[in-house]
């Protein structure tokens, strides 16, 4: 089984709907982050948490909010979809420490109409 | 701020055609610099970590390389399973020593049989 999973894997929603993007880990990590990746873009930080206490702002957290259920689970909503929203988006963990590389999950693909 | 610049961006070879990936950056006091790995339409996958200049790893083809102000990924006789694109990472104490990693967009490699 996979160590970092995200559900669902692709989603078509429409614009001001609301969307909850799951990640889920078994790699007993503290630190979760939530990425999005647009082409030509690279990876860009929306939202990162250290602990199930510790949330914080990434780069580009306007329009999203996220919840850390527990150490293992991370979720990241669009509480009101819009276009400018479709992409890939990536959760990834990473030990705790200032050196640690970080594990990626499959990836979510959405799509705002 | 912390900043990473690859280059090329994009990059065709035949196979059995040696070349670098080049990977610049600008952090204060790096703590790591990381080379991923990503395959179309999935989550980066971790190549390597080098944590001071001079260090050099290998994995097959692969072999990373960091001085004081870029890393270089070399690929040797690349293979067409070596087509992806690969990413790099800067790691330093960032805003308030929080330590999150900067990505730079990426070089996609596509290697012809």
């Known amino acids: 089984d996979a160590d970092v999973t995200q559900t669902p894997r692709n989603r078509i929603t429409k614009t001001g709907k609301r969307i909850m993007l799951e990640c889920s880990q078994t790699k007993g990590h503290d630190r979760m982050y939530w990425y999005r990746q647009d082409p030509g873009l690279g990876l860009r930080l929306i939202y990162y948490?250290?602990?199930?206490?510790?949330?914080n702002k990434g780069e580009i957290s306007d329009g999203y909010s996220v919840s850390r259920q527990a150490q293992a689970k991370f979720s990241l909503s669009l509480e009101s979809a819009i276009p400018n929203q479709t992409a890939l988006y990536f959760c990834a963990t990473s030990e705790q420490g200032s050196y640690n590389e970080q594990f990626f999950g499959p990836g979510t693909r959405l799509t705002v109409l | 701020e912390d900043q990473v610049t690859q280059s090329p961006e994009a990059l065709r070879l035949q196979e059995g055609e040696s070349s670098s990936l080049n990977c610049s950056y600008t952090v204060s006091g790096l703590r790591g610099l990381f080379w991923y790995r990503q395959d179309p339409g999935k989550g980066p996958e971790f190549l390597f970590t080098l944590y001071s200049a001079g260090e050099e790893k290998e994995k097959e083809r692969l072999k990373a390389t960091l001085t004081k102000k870029e890393s270089f990924l070399h690929i040797t006789a690349p293979k067409p399973e070596d087509s992806a694109t690969y990413l790099c990472?800067?790691?330093?104490?960032?805003?308030?020593?929080?330590?999150?990693?900067?990505f730079g967009r990426g070089t996609s490699l596509i290697v012809h049989p």
């Open positions: 948490s250290f602990d199930v206490k510790d949330i």
């Open positions: 990472a800067v790691q330093g104490p960032g805003t308030g020593g929080s330590y999150i990693p900067t």
